[in-house]
């Protein structure tokens, strides 16, 4: 078993969608606190971000927060986390996160969620890290994504190793099963580009 304690959740800001979606990050919030895992996310208190830091303050978990000065200033920052980050720019928020944690799980979320997605899935894939990327695939939302993925793969942008890296799980009641089986890199970044 492996030992990840910190993990970064991306997942979207809007308030406005479907109760499957707020019901199944308010369950990974509360999933995380009860399994003593700290939660890593974007700092902000709206939409499903809101919930999930909620959800696992509500359950007595530790949420760290990192939000850029620019959305903290429209006073969309989260005021009861046990700790919160205000930095200057959007990349240092995304750098905080990944250096603050030891996986990834994506929830459902609009084009922000995907920027995050791809740019820590381009990172793992060059060799910057080598922490577990979990894509959770409620209702079916990250099928057309993954389905891109493949085809990037059938097509040779990718090699099937890369997309072996991921996990696909269907139901965030398997988030803690898939960490303790999270693949790790298995090719030396140095040479799988040959």
């Known amino acids: 078993m492996k030992n990840f304690r910190n993990i970064c959740v991306y997942c979207g800001s809007s308030a406005r969608v479907d109760d499957l979606f707020k019901n199944a990050i308010r369950e990974l919030g509360k999933l995380l606190a009860e399994s003593g895992k700290r939660v890593v996310y974007g700092g902000g208190h709206v939409g499903l971000m809101g919930l999930l830091a909620d959800s696992a303050l509500a359950h007595g978990g530790e949420v760290t927060g990192i939000i850029p000065e620019h959305i903290a200033d429209k006073e969309l920052a989260h005021e009861g986390l046990t700790d ?48 577990p990327v979990i894509i959770v695939n409620v209702a079916g939302y990250w099928s057309p994504l993954i389905a891109l993925i493949d085809n990037i793969v059938t097509c040779k942008f990718a090699r099937a190793e890369d997309r072996a890296h991921l996990c696909v799980i269907d139901d965030v009641a398997e988030v803690i099963d898939a960490l303790d089986k999270a693949p790790r890199e298995t090719i030396d970044p140095q040479v799988k580009w040959i």
Do not use: C, N, Y
């Open 84 to 131: 919160l980050h205000v930095v200057k720019t959007m990349h240092e928020r995304k750098q905080m996160m990944v250096d603050q944690s030891d996986a990834f799980i994506i929830m459902p979320g609009g084009l922000g969620t995907m920027d995050e997605f791809f740019e820590i899935f381009t990172w793992w894939q060059l060799g910057l890290h080598d922490k």
